[in-house]
C-alpha cells in the first residue's frame, strides 16, 4: 500500500498557520529560525521556508518548537483543523 504524505498537496497543514502567526508577531524567518536553534533544533531558514509553503513535513517535536519559539498554544498551530 503507498503510504499518503499529503493533504490537499502540502506535507503539512499547520506550515500556513505558522507563517500566518510569525507575520503578525513581525518575526522574520530568520528571527524564528534563531528561536528555534536556541531551542535545540536543527532547522534553518530555508526549511521554515519549506514548511509554510507544505513543501516539508513537519515532526511532533518540531511542533512542540513553533509554539514555544511563537509563544503560542500548539492548539493555535491548528485552528484552522479543529
Known sequence: MRKNNDYNNS??????????????????????????????????????????????LITDFEIIGFSKALKVNILDLFQDYI
Open 11 to 56: 506535507y503539512n497543514i499547520i506550515g500556513n498557520r505558522i507563517k500566518s502567526i510569525r507575520l503578525s508577531q513581525k518575526i522574520t524567518q530568520e528571527d524564528l529560525c534563531a528561536r528555534m536553534q536556541i531551542l535545540g533544533f536543527q532547522i534553518s531558514r530555508s526549511d521554515i521556508s519549506k514548511l509554510e509553503n507544505g513543501k516539508k
